[in-house]
């Protein structure tokens, strides 16, 4: 059973500080990993996607990933309360399977005033 | 507007009554999707399609069916259906895997009786 592991939350940080989220997978042969940010009754909105080692920016949001470790984190720098919302990891198992994502539960993180 | 349009937003029906949700994209995406979210359970794939007239299952397709005749749409057919497919739906479009993950319709919320 290919699973992606995520850690429900409620996470709390307060305004300004750092929002760490993190994600493991089972599959070793994974090759796409994404970051989808789902705000109360809406869609999932993608805000980052990695595919190799190391880390990638994006504006205040840092996505890292480590194969190794299966094991894929996204980084949200000044948090603000707009940030708080459900951000689900999403993971492709790789050749043979292109359209299969497969998501975690989600983490819940609430950014306090 | 780029957009993936599904209708119904909201359904209620009853069991064993015939239904499809209907799915359309703009974007002349390869990939498309379905999904349903529910409590505690997240988002599971139900099935999804690589292009025209190739599609694949899932994690959950016991009680569905799809069809891809034609690029821009995938229609998610409920048969006969059951209380415990009473969900949050979600259609979901790609240019490929590679090019960074889906782009979610704005969802159906579905109740069986």
């Known amino acids: 059973q290919k699973e992606v592991e995520q850690n429900s939350g409620p996470l709390s940080v307060p305004e300004g500080a750092i929002a760490s989220l993190n994600c493991t997978y089972s599959d070793r042969g994974s090759q796409s990993f994404f970051w989808y940010r789902q705000y109360s009754g809406k869609s999932p909105e993608l805000i980052m996607f990695i595919y190799s080692n190391g880390d990638k920016e994006d504006g205040r949001f840092t996505a890292q990933l480590n194969k190794a470790s299966q094991y894929v984190s996204l980084l949200i720098r000044d948090s603000q309360p707009s940030d708080s919302a459900t951000y689900l990891c999403?993971?492709?198992?790789?050749?043979?399977?292109?359209?299969?994502?497969?998501f975690g539960k989600g983490t819940k993180l609430s950014v306090k005033p | 507007e780029a957009q993936v349009t599904q209708n119904p937003r909201y359904l209620i029906t009853v069991t064993g009554k015939k239904l499809t949700v209907t799915c359309s994209q703009n974007m002349n995406h390869e990939y498309m999707s379905w999904y349903r979210q529910d409590p505690g359970l997240g988002l599971r794939q139900i099935y999804y399609s690589m292009n025209v007239e190739v599609t694949d299952k899932g994690d959950v397709p016991e009680g569905y069916k799809v069809s891809r005749k034609e690029k821009r749409n995938f229609p998610l057919i409920l048969e006969s259906p059951s209380p415990n497919q009473t969900s949050l739906y979600f259609c979901a479009s790609s240019l490929s895997q590679g090019a960074g993950g889906y782009t979610f319709g704005s969802g159906t919320r579905l109740t069986v009786v």
């Open positions: 999403a993971v492709n198992m790789g050749p043979g399977s292109q359209g299969n994502l497969i």
